[in-house]
């Protein structure tokens, strides 16, 4: 049965491949198709990894030589993004939630990888040399399930940085095109900039969700006061109890919310309503949205959802770095890094998107969860186990992804379930 899983995964990763490399040409189309099934094989963005998992005729290192030269490829990134954003802005509606999320690549002990930046470690509160990244993932309101949309790679020091604004505009700026401004922007506290607003606050078929400071003015009542004063003395009469995991601890917050009408001084043309959340921490939580509350508990509980799913979603930029070991990479090119960043979001995007929901490849999904090895079961974040499943159906498989067409198609009667 796993040789039966693994053709049938071989053969999704070469159907996919193709929708993305539609007129990429034919080298540029294999390589696609080797990174993807490479990265979802070996779990790792090492090229000495992923070479081996492609078991070809030749040796290890003409094969790594192949993949390095191909990663140069800076077509790669425009055409494949464009493609994955394509596809992935038809699961959008006009209530999914668009999590924007900036996070770091620390390369603690890289010296020679190109344009090495001093950036902030996350995890260990540390600053270190490393890059940026950018991800936009969809998802629904108190949902699971996730789209990978987006990702960017960059460093301030690169001779085409502008500036940090500029590259969150931009990646903002394509998944809205994609989608035709469907979708709701959820950003953490560092979305509350000025230059972001400028850009969508004006827009009013942008519609997001930003956690504020609480340093900022907003206009209540006519008058301008600052955005936490406002959240203290704003009434709050709904409550809620709320299990939060934390460091791998579950904390149970009994909450309180209520709202105000705002809005912001250098665009007061606009309605907006500051959300606020009381009992998560000592100060409140304060969420700037477009989208209309009124005196109802089920729109303003809404809104806390939407941004406690966006806490969920801290599980997927985790998986998209971790399930293929992000940090691990060992690129000494900028262009090559840019690449790379961009194909473990295609990876993630097959086992989240093109695995995981259509309707047709439930039963292979389900197979494909159950080969995951782990000792407490499968977690509820299953794309971690939709992952390893992955990796260990394709290397007990072995062969590689399909390179001659007539194997396509080819597989036991038993195999009749998956046909389209």
Request: proline residues 3%; aromatic residues 8%; charged residues 30%.
């Amino acid at each position: 049965m796993v040789h039966q899983i693994g053709h049938k995964l071989r053969e999704q990763i070469h159907g996919f491949s193709g929708e993305l490399c539609t007129g990429l040409g034919k080298v540029a189309s294999r390589f696609v198709e080797e990174m993807i099934f490479g990265i979802s094989a070996s779990g790792s963005v090492v090229l000495t990894r992923i070479a081996r998992a492609l078991e070809e005729s030749i040796s290890l290192h003409d094969t790594h030589k192949r993949l390095s030269r191909n990663l140069a490829n800076e077509a790669i990134r425009d055409k494949i993004g464009g493609k994955v954003l394509e596809q992935g802005a038809k699961q959008i509606r006009d209530d999914t939630l668009l999590i924007v999320d900036l996070s770091d690549l620390i390369k603690k002990y890289a010296k020679k990888m190109e344009n090495l930046a001093r950036v902030r470690d996350g995890s260990e509160k540390t600053r270190g040399d490393g890059y940026w990244l950018c991800e936009v993932v969809g998802a629904e309101v108190g949902s699971s399930e996730i789209t990978p949309l987006a990702q960017t790679l960059w460093s301030q020091e690169a001779e085409d940085f502008v500036s940090e604004n500029d590259e969150i505009l931009t990646v903002v700026g394509r998944v809205l095109e994609a989608t035709q401004k469907r979708g709701i922007l959820v950003f953490d506290r560092g979305g509350d900039r000025r230059l972001l607003y400028q850009r969508w606050v004006p827009d009013e078929s942008i519609d997001f969700i930003i956690r504020q400071r609480g340093d900022r003015n907003l206009f209540y009542k006519g008058k301008p006061k600052e955005t936490l004063q406002l959240a203290t003395n704003c009434p709050t009469p709904y409550r809620a109890m709320v299990i939060r995991e934390k460091e791998g601890k579950e904390q149970v917050c009994q909450i309180e919310f209520g709202f105000l009408p705002v809005r912001l001084p250098e665009h007061s043309a606009r309605k907006l309503w500051l959300v606020v959340v009381k009992g998560f921490g000592q100060e409140p939580m304060m969420l700037l949205t477009t989208k209309p509350m009124r005196r109802q508990r089920r729109v303003l509980w809404w809104a806390v959802e939407a941004y406690i799913t966006r806490w969920r979603i801290e599980d997927t930029i985790r998986f998209i770095k971790n399930s293929y070991e992000l940090e691990d990479v060992r690129l000494l090119t900028y262009s090559r890094l840019q690449n790379m960043a961009l194909l473990v979001l295609v990876a993630a995007y097959f086992a989240a998107v093109r695995l995981g929901t259509q309707a047709k490849l439930k039963i292979l999904a389900l197979h494909v969860l159950k080969a995951a090895k782990r000792i407490f079961g499968i977690p509820d974040f299953r794309y971690y186990a939709l992952a390893d499943g992955i990796q260990a159906i394709l290397k007990r498989v072995g062969k590689g992804p399909l390179r001659q067409q007539d194997e396509i198609g080819r597989h036991p009667p038993q195999l009749i379930l998956f046909e389209p």
